[in-house]
């Protein structure tokens, strides 16, 4: 199983909504990313993981809220988003952190209102 | 610090037409280097991956050959078919630190 699975696969939320995106992995990852992307641009790194443990967080803001329950799973939890922060949310996994050969999951459309 | 640089597209291009999309990059150390696709209203596949000098990644037709002395991880197919229609990024990682991609070029080919 090769596969990063992502849910909701849309959302809409307003600005005063809290909401949760969920990432799964099954192929024993240890290391575990969530990414935000814009239209017509490339992925920009928002959170690591390595072996449950954050060990990355690139200054997103902290209505941005990751966590890790476990080895395969990631959620990211979201609170009073603005609507620029509208956007494509990828999460990935990797065998350990550092590594680039990332698989990715076809991601959550978030649209912000 | 690290980066990639990718021509900008959009490439349209004939269906069996031949494709290059240049990649050039900046690194401290040695990079491993990467082709990621990404077809509309999906997430990133991982196309062909090369680790070190003079390595060929190959997969799907698709071709890209690290090369140090230019700095540059140029990607070829040699016949593209409407279904190759994607946005491609190059990227790259050293050890222990984060992908690096390139701005990414839309590729259309047409039937």
């Known amino acids: 199983d090769t596969e990063v699975t992502q849910t909701p696969k849309h959302l809409v939320m307003g600005m005063t909504n809290k909401k949760s995106l969920k990432c799964e992995q099954h192929m024993g990852h240890r290391a575990m990313y969530w990414y935000k992307q814009k239209a017509k641009k490339p992925p920009e790194l928002m959170f690591v993981?390595?072996?449950?443990?954050?060990?990355i967080n690139e200054s997103v803001p902290s209505r941005f809220s990751p966590e890790c329950p476990n080895s395969s799973l990631l959620n990211l939890h979201l609170h009073a988003l603005q609507p620029e922060d509208s956007a494509l949310y990828l999460c990935a996994s990797s065998q350990v952190l550092g590594t680039g050969e990332q698989y990715f999951g076809p991601g959550t459309r978030l649209t912000v209102t | 610090g690290n980066s990639v640089t990718q021509m900008e597209g959009p490439v349209t291009l004939s269906e069996e037409a031949f494709l290059t999309i240049n990649c050039t990059y900046t690194a401290t150390g040695y990079p491993s280097l990467f082709w990621y696709v990404q077809y509309p209203g999906e997430g990133l596949q991982l196309l062909l991956k090369a680790t070190k000098a003079d390595d060929k990644g190959s997969n799907k037709g698709f071709e890209a050959t690290y090369r140090k002395e230019t700095t540059s991880f140029h990607l070829e197919k040699g016949s593209v078919q409407v279904s190759d229609s994607a946005v491609y990024f190059c990227?790259?990682?050293?050890?222990?630190?984060?992908?690096?991609f390139g701005a990414g070029t839309i590729l259309r080919v047409k039937s």
């Open positions: 990227a790259l990682s050293t050890l222990g630190n984060k992908l690096v």
């Open positions: 993981y390595s072996y449950e443990k954050l060990s």
